[in-house]
């Protein structure tokens, strides 16, 4: 199984929003996806619905001792689950993100997991605290969505130094892929990160799919869902999603079965 950690060193870079959306693309595609929140704010909760925000979580798992069955919400979509974080207190916030530290509860998680999921997708809290470098140490491969502003670039080389430095520590967590994120292309500013993104890392580091500033983000936290529930006919934007899973799936060496993804006869 694979274990995918969203993180950045900044803030605000729609850190929460990948990793929700992507989770929804990833199990439209076809792969079981645990979706997990490491964020004490609870932001994927927040993202949804209050019954998720409510219910227990990881802190019951790691620092209560409630079985992992008992904490994970299934979801309208088939194939992805929901593991959120639970109701911390602001007085246990720091204690709970301590308890992430050594990877070893995350480790544990997926561990369990493996059983009924392909792939975990882990939304961590922004910087490099305590909380994110335990999803790290934990995690085969991280995700750094970069937004397309000057601050965001100028941050890309603490988050790669971090995972350096992991490494050479025993972690096996490998660079997925750096994603950007609030691109607007008729933006001047905007592209010129873009370009310097692009021309800064090699082939394959990059992402060629990007996502885009939209109001339509904007519409689907209001209504607690991914973009691809919007609606019936969800906003051209939700395919993006699929865009990055589907060029996400060989940088994680997530091989299909042979016949999973043969052509399809319109007629009978």
């Known amino acids: 199984m694979k274990n995918l950690v969203i993180a950045s060193q900044k803030g605000g870079v729609g850190k929460t929003t990948v990793a929700l959306n992507l989770s929804f693309a990833c199990a439209q595609r076809g792969w079981k996806t645990l979706l997990v929140d490491t964020d004490p704010q609870g932001g994927i909760g927040l993202s949804l619905t209050k019954k998720v925000s409510d219910a227990k979580g990881l802190l019951d798992y790691v620092m209560g001792n409630t079985p992992l069955s008992e904490v994970i919400i299934t979801t309208r979509q088939p194939g992805l689950a929901l593991l959120p974080v639970g109701r911390i207190p602001v007085q246990?916030?720091?204690?709970?993100?301590?308890?992430?530290?050594?990877?070893?509860g995350l480790e544990k998680v997926a561990a369990e997991a493996s059983t009924d999921f392909d792939i975990l997708i882990v939304d961590t809290p922004a910087g490099v605290g305590a909380g994110?470098?335990?999803a790290l140490r934990a995690a085969t491969h991280v995700l750094v969505p970069m937004q397309a502003e000057p601050v965001a670039?100028?941050?890309s080389s603490l988050m790669l130094d971090t995972i350096s430095w992991l490494r050479g520590t025993g972690a096996k967590v490998?660079?997925?892929?750096?994603?950007?994120?609030?691109?607007?292309?008729?933006?001047?500013?905007?592209?010129?990160?873009?370009?310097?993104?692009?021309?800064?890392?090699?082939?394959?580091?990059?992402f060629d799919a990007t996502v885009p500033r939209h109001p339509a983000f904007l519409q689907a936290s209001t209504a607690g869902v991914p973009l691809g529930l919007l609606g019936r006919q969800p906003p051209p934007v939700a395919k993006i999603f699929d865009q990055v899973a589907a060029e996400l799936e060989p940088r994680l060496e997530m091989s299909r079965?042979?016949?999973?993804?043969?052509?399809?006869?319109?007629?009978?």
């Open 153 to 155: 670039l100028r941050s």
């Open 92 to 104: 246990e916030t720091t204690r709970f993100s301590n308890a992430l530290a050594d990877g070893a």
């Open 174 to 206: 490998k660079l997925a892929g750096l994603l950007l994120t609030m691109l607007q292309v008729r933006d001047r500013n905007s592209l010129i990160v873009a370009e310097d993104l692009w021309s800064k890392f090699p082939g394959g580091v990059v």
């Open 132 to 134: 994110t470098l335990g």
């Open 257 to 268: 079965r042979e016949g999973d993804d043969a052509p399809i006869s319109l007629v009978e």
